[in-house]
């Protein structure tokens, strides 16, 4: 099988940690030739790229994951960049997997003529899909589209996949996100104390573990070095060293940290794929939202609380004083969306082999 992969190449490590992720799904299940992959936000799927590439080319077409259900701005309302009357026109069997849907709580939501174009896009997929982060209830609240929910494939970074630890000794990584700033914060001035209060949190993490950061995308340095100034055993990981080229070096990081404070998707997704636990910094619907659906809402802080800094060392508390017994629980919750996702790839497979 010839497999092309549409997805957000759009200079963000957490989405390129996806596309490994759902790579690692399609050839663990499915009887895989090769994969190509282009950039969702870039390539436009006009008549001729459809006829010429998409059709004649390959054998399955997967859009996704990542937040691809978001901006406004865009031509569809979200990221897919198809008109409408042609998305009719593929005949190569195609599906959205594990789309998340992205706009924040002051965002205006989907737009009517996204909405229109997601509902023709749900009837002509083979198979229509969003991540397990409450993506299926906001859809499903605007579109009235009742979409199969399945594991962001971002969990499966592991799956036959090895990576190798950069740092020796325990360390925490801290990821923050600083891209539109206005909406995860609430404005300059609550940007400015949640620095002052995770300078806080850093301070006392620091005592008694290194401590990392990680950007995901260029806006996220500042940030980071903001909260990092001064403070002993505090490091930011170099982004331009490794990004986007290396993000198997990035991801690695994850995989051998004790544990992660998180305030993006994938900051969350990838080290509980691999047994490392997280506290979400909650500056968006979906980081509370994956975490109830994984039964770990006792492990999420928001953002712009001003008990913050009790609330994060309360999390760490609990975190460190029943860490084995809670990487047990991640082991159990990461067999369990191992076998909904092979679920979902065998179902998929089902349904091209009835066509």
Same mark, same amino acid.
């Given at each position: 099988?010839?497999?092309? #992969?549409?997805?957000?190449?759009? /200079?963000?490590?957490?989405?390129?940690?996806?596309?490994?992720?759902?790579?690692?799904?399609?050839?663990?299940?499915?009887?895989?030739?090769?994969?190509?992959?282009?950039?969702?936000?870039?390539? +436009?799927?006009?008549?001729?790229?459809?006829?010429?590439?998409?059709?004649?080319?390959?054998?399955?077409?997967?859009?996704?994951?990542?937040?691809?259900? #978001?901006?406004?701005?865009?031509?569809?309302?979200?990221?897919?960049?198809?008109?409408?009357?042609?998305?009719?026109? =593929?005949?190569? !069997?195609?599906?959205?997997?594990?789309?998340?849907?992205?706009? /924040?709580?002051?965002?205006?939501? =989907? *737009? +009517?003529?996204?909405? +229109? #174009?997601?509902?023709?896009?749900?009837?002509?997929?083979?198979?229509?899909?969003?991540?397990?982060?409450?993506?299926? &209830?906001? $859809?499903? %609240?605007?579109?009235?589209?009742?979409?199969? %929910?399945?594991?962001?494939?971002?969990? #499966?970074?592991?799956?036959?996949?090895?990576?190798?630890?950069?740092? +020796?000794?325990?360390?925490?990584?801290?990821?923050?996100?600083?891209?539109?700033? &206005?909406?995860?914060?609430?404005?300059?001035?609550?940007?400015?104390? /949640?620095? $002052?209060?995770?300078?806080?949190?850093?301070?006392?993490?620091?005592?008694?573990?290194?401590?990392?950061?990680? *950007?995901?995308?260029?806006?996220?340095?500042?940030?980071? &070095?903001?909260?990092?100034?001064?403070?002993?055993?505090?490091?930011?990981? *170099?982004?331009?060293?490794?990004?986007?080229?290396?993000?198997?070096?990035?991801?690695?990081?994850?995989?051998?940290?004790?544990?992660?404070?998180?305030?993006?998707?994938?900051?969350? =997704?990838? !080290?509980?794929?691999?047994?490392?636990?997280?506290?979400?910094? %909650?500056?968006?619907?979906?980081?509370?939202?994956?975490?109830?659906?994984?039964?770990?809402?006792?492990?999420?802080?928001?953002?712009?609380?001003?008990? /913050?800094? &009790?609330?994060?060392?309360?999390?760490?508390?609990?975190? %460190?004083?029943?860490?084995?017994? $809670?990487?047990?629980?991640?082991?159990?919750?990461?067999?369990? $969306?191992?076998?909904?996702?092979?679920?979902?790839?065998?179902?998929?497979?089902?349904?091209?082999?009835?066509?």
């Amino acid at each position: 099988m010839k497999v092309l #992969h549409s997805y957000c190449l759009n /200079f963000n490590i957490g989405d390129y940690a996806l596309g490994i992720g759902i790579k690692n799904l399609l050839r663990h299940n499915l009887d895989i030739d090769f994969i190509a992959q282009t950039n969702l936000q870039g390539r +436009e799927f006009n008549e001729y790229y459809i006829n010429q590439v998409v059709n004649k080319l390959y054998d399955l077409l997967v859009i996704g994951g990542g937040g691809i259900i #978001h901006g406004a701005h865009w031509p569809q309302g979200w990221f897919w960049l198809i008109e409408k009357q042609n998305i009719g026109k =593929i005949s190569t !069997p195609f599906v959205i997997y594990g789309a998340g849907y992205n706009y /924040f709580e002051d965002e205006q939501g =989907i *737009p +009517e003529r996204g909405i +229109e #174009h997601l509902r023709h896009t749900a009837e002509e997929a083979l198979f229509f899909s969003v991540r397990n982060d409450g993506s299926k &209830e906001r $859809l499903l %609240e605007q579109t009235n589209i009742d979409a199969v %929910e399945i594991p962001d494939p971002g969990f #499966h970074i592991g799956l036959d996949t090895q990576y190798d630890p950069l740092i +020796e000794g325990d360390y925490v990584i801290i990821q923050l996100a600083d891209d539109k700033s &206005e909406l995860r914060f609430g404005g300059a001035e609550k940007r400015d104390r /949640f620095i $002052l209060q995770m300078r806080e949190v850093v301070k006392d993490l620091s005592s008694r573990l290194k401590v990392v950061l990680i *950007p995901h995308v260029f806006n996220d340095i500042a940030l980071s &070095e903001a909260v990092a100034e001064g403070l002993q055993g505090v490091t930011v990981f *170099p982004f331009s060293k490794y990004a986007f080229d290396r993000c198997d070096k990035v991801i690695g990081l994850y995989k051998y940290a004790k544990y992660v404070l998180a305030m993006r998707g994938h900051g969350h =997704i990838v !080290p509980i794929g691999f047994n490392t636990p997280v506290i979400a910094l %909650e500056a968006h619907p979906k980081a509370r939202g994956l975490m109830e659906k994984l039964g770990l809402s006792e492990y999420v802080v928001k953002v712009n609380n001003t008990s /913050f800094i &009790e609330e994060c060392n309360a999390a760490t508390t609990k975190l %460190e004083s029943s860490y084995n017994e $809670l990487v047990s629980r991640y082991q159990t919750i990461n067999c369990e $969306l191992l076998q909904q996702s092979n679920a979902a790839c065998n179902e998929i497979k089902c349904r091209i082999e009835t066509l």
